[in-house]
Nanobody, 117 residues
Framework: QVHVVESGGGLVQPGGSLRLSCAAS????????MGWYRQAPGKQRELVAQ???????NYADSVKGRFTISRDNDQDTVYLQMNSLKPEDTAVYYC???????????WGQGTQVTVSS
């Protein structure tokens, strides 16, 4: 069983920054696709950003230019750098790992991000 763990959430003021981290119980090099999703209260879970083993990235329109996803295979960690945060970014953020594009996804327990003054 693969375990995925997120960290780095917290409370931040509008305009502030946070960096989320995601680690897995095995090398992230084994996962071709890793991504960040979020779920706000009363809303469906949505894709925030994805990165492939070829370092191809994909972002939700709402975060383009503000968020950056990266993967560090040496540190076995995937990061989500979030800048210029807005109250509407408030959600539980989940990390997702897939070995291939059409394989099962492994999810973490999530980390809360709250943007509020």
């Amino acid at each position: 069983q693969v375990h995925v763990v997120e960290s780095g959430g917290g409370l931040v003021q509008p305009g502030g920054s946070l960096r989320l981290s995601c680690a897995a119980s095995e090398s992230i090099a084994n996962f071709y696709i890793m991504g960040w999703y979020r779920q706000a209260p009363g809303k469906q879970r949505e894709l925030v950003a994805q990165i492939t083993g070829a370092d191809t990235t994909n972002y939700a329109d709402s975060v383009k230019g503000r968020f950056t996803i990266s993967r560090d295979n040496d540190q076995d960690t995937v990061y989500l750098q979030m800048n210029s945060l807005k109250p509407e970014d408030t959600a539980v953020y989940y990390c997702n790992a897939q070995r291939g594009r059409y394989t099962r996804a492994y999810w973490g327990q999530g980390t809360q991000v709250t943007v509020s003054s």
